[in-house]
């Protein structure tokens, strides 16, 4: 993350400003990046581009609010801090680094992002917590369940195929496999954008 921070600093058409305190506005922003950059998706085909753009957005307030009155000023990126070898700042300390990879710290943030959600939809497949997966199946097939299916099909590896699934069921295959793509993917979907998941946008 540290890295990533850095990157935006350099980044071309980085909102600016002569403010005495700009260097606090742009240090806010920064912590709010490093929250929010998961939440992030690029807009356009440049990632550079559009990384500055979303973060101009809140940059752009964060400069306004440094005309308004009673402002109280945050801690800087380039704020003297003591050391034991002596006097330095925030920004000295944290480590060097060229422009390059800016594309591959976003996705690995992203990516972080993503597998976080995987392993707590796992979790929640497997306690059913609101009985939502449990409670839906085909009339008269209750063990032909969301969360019986999602257990086999999703976190079985190799995943059992829908035909042995039926048989095992005494379920019409149709019947399983409608209900799978109709309500049982439906669910999970809903569950696991609940949980902070964001479908990539098509181009």
């Known amino acids: 993350m540290n890295k990533l921070l850095l990157q935006i600093q350099q980044l071309p058409g980085l909102k600016k400003s002569s403010h005495l305190n700009y260097p606090a506005a742009l240090n806010l922003t ?17 990632v ?9 957005g809140y940059l752009g307030w964060r400069i306004k609010d440094l005309y308004s009155p009673d402002q109280d000023a945050p801690i800087s990126l380039d704020a003297p801090i003591a050391t034991d070898v002596g ?10 680094l060229t422009l390059g990879g800016l594309d591959g710290m976003i996705e690995s943030a992203q990516k972080e992002t993503t597998q976080r959600i995987g392993v707590e939809l796992e979790r929640y497949i497997e306690q ?3 009985q939502k997966l449990r409670n839906s199946y ?4 209750p063990k032909c369940n969301c969360q019986f299916l999602s257990m086999r099909r999703l976190l079985k590896d190799p995943p059992d195929r829908f035909q042995a699934l039926a ?3 005494n379920v019409n295959y149709t019947t399983l496999n409608s209900h799978w793509g109709r309500k049982c993917e439906r669910l999970l ?13 098509q181009p």
């Open 87 to 96: 006097e330095t700042t925030r920004l000295d300390l944290l480590p060097d």
């Open 128 to 130: 059913d917590p609101e």
């Open 48 to 56: 550079s581009k559009s990384l500055v753009n979303w973060i101009n």
């Open 189 to 201: 979907q809903e569950i696991a954008r609940s949980l902070g998941y964001k479908q990539e946008s």
């Open 167 to 169: 048989n095992e069921l």
């Open 138 to 141: 085909p009339r008269s097939h």
């Open 30 to 46: 920064l912590e709010w990046v490093s929250r929010e950059i998961a939440k992030f998706e690029p807009r356009q085909s440049s």
